[in-house]
């Protein structure tokens, strides 16, 4: 079975600019979390969705968007980049909601601006 | 202030060692705590999931312990290899939604 898959893996942007992050869950997942990494620290959690609904959002600023589609897949949506957005970009996907599921991880997109 | 602390230093040990990583936290009360590993450039991978109510759970070479009275969980790999190197993260979910707090992780650096 496929995993959580991201695109794209890699992404260069520059200031200002606005990018759209990609993330199709296992196959049954219907919950996708995003947490952005940055080097040498943790993932911080940034949005939650369960069907289709926002169920949790972290410390960030609203240039951060993100929305879920009927198929479960996702996408996060960050505008007016800073060069502080610079990080690897993580999402995760589990069958509910609930906390005692583990998360499964992409492998990210690693978002690097100029 | 909600704190989860991991030893920022690089644990190195000898292969065949045991590795005993440390996690720690202030003002979380977690049903759960998590542990995941990391390799470079890549996103985490589950390893072990224990209760409040849990003290140990095992698997295989991996051992979790959660103490709620000292705030604390502590990650052990019997035997360690080579292969085990990596960086671990601890996660804890401070309410009943999946939104996850983790560790900024410790690297271990298995020698052989």
């Known amino acids: 079975d496929a995993g959580v898959t991201q695109s794209p893996t890699h992404l260069i942007k520059t200031r200002g600019q606005q990018v759209t992050l990609r993330c199709s869950p296992i196959?049954?997942?219907?919950?996708v979390s995003w947490y952005q990494q940055v080097l040498g620290q943790g993932p911080q959690f940034i949005f939650q969705?369960?069907?289709?609904?926002?169920?949790g959002r972290g410390n960030f600023p609203d240039r951060f968007s993100a929305r879920q589609f009927p198929n479960y897949s996702s996408e996060l949506n960050v505008n007016a980049l800073l060069l502080g957005d610079s990080a690897l970009y993580l999402c995760?996907?589990?069958?509910?909601?609930?906390?005692?599921?583990?998360?499964?991880f992409g492998d990210g997109t690693r978002l690097s601006i100029l | 202030s909600q704190k989860i602390e991991q030893n920022s230093e690089a644990l190195n040990i000898q292969e065949g060692k045991t590795a005993t990583l440390t996690c720690n936290y202030t003002?979380?009360?977690?049903?759960?705590l998590q542990w995941y590993r990391q390799d470079p450039g890549r996103g985490p991978v589950f390893l072990l999931l224990?209760?409040?109510?849990?003290k140990e759970k095992r698997k295989e070479r991996l051992k979790v312990t959660f103490d709620t009275t000292l705030k604390q969980s502590l990650f052990h790999i019997t035997a360690s290899q080579p292969a085990d190197s990596a960086t671990y993260l601890c996660?804890?979910?401070?309410?009943?939604?999946?939104?996850?707090?983790f560790g900024s992780g410790t690297r271990l650096l298995v020698r052989p």
């Open positions: 969705y369960y069907e289709k609904e926002e169920r």
């Open positions: 224990i209760r409040e109510n849990e």
């Open positions: 996660a804890l979910s401070p309410d009943s939604s999946y939104k996850l707090i």
């Open positions: 196959s049954g997942h219907k919950s």
């Open positions: 003002n979380y009360s977690p049903a759960y």
């Open positions: 995760a996907s589990s069958p509910a909601v609930y906390s005692n599921q583990p998360q499964h």
